[in-house]
């Protein structure tokens, strides 16, 4: 069950019957509202500042958990690794309020066990289309729901999150976001996620998952791959490399490039690219200067599948490359996977210097002295196998 306190509801014309037939209809904006940190709105009434709030919905939502997000905006999130780092607990809530006064509060699904349904309807999006066409051919449960400030609809939902956006999932104009604001949050505009009324959560209904596990398949199917995607073992690698070894996008220094690199090593390491975005944008995005919005990194992820089109998803894989041999190849250690990745794109950085034009920086020699010492080390380094061992 889904609960809110009567201060954070707003007053709506619409009936629960109407909530399921239309998301948009759902969502009608009050008129009274104009929210202000600690401050009066329009009708002269006293607003809850963002803290209030948060600690409020964790108080009525105890298995719910939020992170910060920058003031007055829906991105970037003022933690790193959000998704894993959000909490629940009303100390760390008020601790980075205090470092980050009147900030927005992401809810992260993953963790809080809730998948969203999110409805984009504004100017030029056939969200509401995509919506009304599933709700036809399976019907979507009644359950809570937020307004977005561009008239938007999220639908929430408890059960096994996942990760999907657009044609990957539900549909054109239909995500499956990672996270969402919580009712109450603003943007600088004065817009402000608005609930509804108050509903039950639903369960998310089986055909949420059969729907979406077959979107996921035909997309594989469309793109050839040389090994089954997103096994766990590339998986690991990938996370491990976007955390430590892709170069973060920095603006002014080649950071539109920088990114489709990325895009380039997970698809040859047999990522697919729903899951490539879902990753990069949990592991890869906070290290970015300034991050990217979820929606343009998904996009600049795109951009590398389709590009790199003259080999087959997972090409570069031991299991591909030996594909043909008759004897069982063992996948690399991660610190040895994590090289041969900053050569490829140390390749490529150079390749692409290349024909732009850009001299190569000269190679600086290694004294004697010290080559010997990197070659002492390196066998100090190197266990010890006598012959009988193999």
Known sequence: MMHYPKSMLKPTNVSASVVNADASSNCEKSATSRPYEGGTVASGTFRKSTLDHALEYVSYNPARYLFPIKAGAKFPPLIRQNLINASNDPSQIRRWHAKWPGCNWGLALKKSDLLVVDIDSKAGKVGQETFDWLDLQFGFPQTECVRTPSGGTHRYYIGRHIFALGKYG??????????????????????????????????????????????????????EAAVDLDQPGNIAWATDFLINDAEPAIEGRGGDFATLLVGFELRDYGISESRAA??????????????????????????????????????????????????????????????????????????????????????????????NALKRAAAMATPYRSKSNG
Not at 198 to 206: S, V
Not at 324 to 346: M, S
């Open 170 to 223: 539900f549909g054109q104009d239909i995500d499956s976001p990672n996270y969402v604001l919580i009712a109450g949050c603003t943007f600088n505009d004065g817009s402000e996620y608005e609930i509804v009324d108050e509903h039950a959560t639903a369960p998310a209904p089986q055909w949420f998952y059969e729907f979406l596990d077959r979107a996921k398949a035909e997309i594989i199917s469309a793109a």
């Open 278 to 371: 879902e990753l990069a944008i949990q592991y890869y995005n906070d290290r970015c200067e300034p991050p990217w919005e979820p929606e343009d990194l998904t996009q600049k992820i795109h951009n590398a599948y389709c590009y790199a089109n003259r080999s087959k998803i997972g090409a570069a894989t031991a299991e591909a490359e030996f594909a043909d041999d008759d004897f069982e190849v063992e996948p690399l250690d991660k610190g040895t996977a994590a090289i041969v990745a900053r050569q490829k794109l140390e390749r490529a950085r150079a390749k692409s210097d290349k024909a732009n034009g850009i001299r190569p920086r000269k190679t600086r020699h290694m004294g004697k002295a010290r080559s």
